[in-house]
């Protein structure tokens, strides 16, 4: 028998970062969005851990480990850890989600392992539970397992969802190379310091969220970590200045970078940006709705 679970890309509607912990983590102040971007997980069973790897086009897989590094591997493990069993399995990764892009895909991968493993496994494991393990894994897997639109606080692992009534279409372009979350947190703590306040959830995003007013979403977006990912990947502000020639609503930096999502009015919208960046040359265009599901079974 084999499961297959499906799990979204997620974008920061708004990120705000603190002053960095002692344990080095900073404090959030997050709104995620879970977006139509997807990797599937298919886990069956095997005698020992094996992960195999798959991808539409233009998603690069060369970054992506296949042995016990692969964060599937370590969802795998806690979850047997967790119930006291000794179980290793097989997992299909099709990624649908660019790689090191900062829409979360290693994260949404261990979500769709826990919800995948403990069908397979028969273990039914709490709710609670499965967002204790996720914690552990990082600071997004909570929020991949409940997707849609949440505040994340704590180190973003803490998640509550948030009312959302609108159907909002975005424009996602990648970029062949990708950018390590850790850099970008060290260049923000060069650029911000320590002097920073702790970050909040600005009322009026919510506000936009709870109307679904698209030119009040665009007015509310903000990245704390995209001035310092820009510090380091300065080419990026083209796509910037071509997504704002494009038409889009708004441009912002998706999480640590360097995807870039563009904000559209519709879905005709969303099309129209995606076209006009492709006829810019960009060859990593999406057009993905949101909120999605989170984590979810498609086929077993
Ligand atoms: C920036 C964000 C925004 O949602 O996403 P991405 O853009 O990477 O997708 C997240 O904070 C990334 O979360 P995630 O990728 O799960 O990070 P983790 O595995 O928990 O941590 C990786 C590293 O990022 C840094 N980190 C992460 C979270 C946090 N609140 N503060 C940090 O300083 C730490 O250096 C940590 O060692
Ligand atoms: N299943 C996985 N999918 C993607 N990356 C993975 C996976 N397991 C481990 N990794 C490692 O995690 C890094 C960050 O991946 P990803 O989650 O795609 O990006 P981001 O943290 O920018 O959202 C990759 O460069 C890769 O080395």
């Not at 990764?93 to 769709?112: N, W």
């Not at 057009?287 to 979810?296: I, R, T």
Request: glycine share 12%; charged share 20%.
């Amino acid at each position: 028998m084999t499961i297959t679970v499906r799990a979204a890309a997620k974008f920061n509607l708004h990120l705000g970062v603190g002053p960095v912990r002692e344990d080095g983590f900073h404090p959030l102040a997050t709104v995620y969005q879970a977006i139509g971007l997807y990797d599937d997980v298919t886990a069956g069973e095997a005698d020992g851990w094996q992960v195999t790897l798959s991808a539409e086009d233009h998603i690069a897989l060369a970054e992506v480990p296949t042995g016990d590094d692969n964060i599937v591997v370590r969802a795998g493990k806690a979850l047997a850890a967790h119930h006291g069993i000794d179980r290793a399995a097989s997992i299909e990764i099709h990624k649908g989600i660019p790689v090191a892009g900062g829409l979360a895909g290693g994260s949404a991968d261990a979500a769709a392992t826990l919800v995948a493993l403990d069908r397979l496994w028969s273990l039914e494991t709490s709710d609670e539970d499965l967002l204790a393990i996720a914690g552990r894994l990082g600071s997004d897997v909570p929020f991949a397992l409940v997707g849609a639109t949440a505040v994340g606080g704590g180190r973003g692992e803490i998640v509550e969802p948030v009312a959302d009534n609108g159907a909002w279409w975005w424009v996602a372009v990648g970029n062949e190379q990708g950018l390590s979350t850790p850099a970008v947190y060290r260049a923000f703590d060069e650029l911000v310091g320590a002097g920073v306040a702790e970050p909040q959830v600005p009322e009026r995003l919510l506000m936009a969220l709870e109307k679904g007013d698209a030119g009040l979403l665009a007015e509310a977006l903000a990245n704390d970590l995209q001035a310092p990912a820009l510090a380091l990947r300065p080419d990026l502000a083209q796509t910037f200045a071509d997504g704002e020639e494009a038409g889009a609503l708004a441009v912002q930096l998706s999480g640590s970078g360097p995807t870039v999502l563009m904000l559209c009015r519709d879905a005709a919208h969303a099309r129209e940006v995606a076209g006009a960046m492709q006829a810019k040359a960009y060859d990593r265009v999406w057009a993905a709705p949101g909120p999605v599901a989170g984590a979810h079974v498609v086929t077993y």
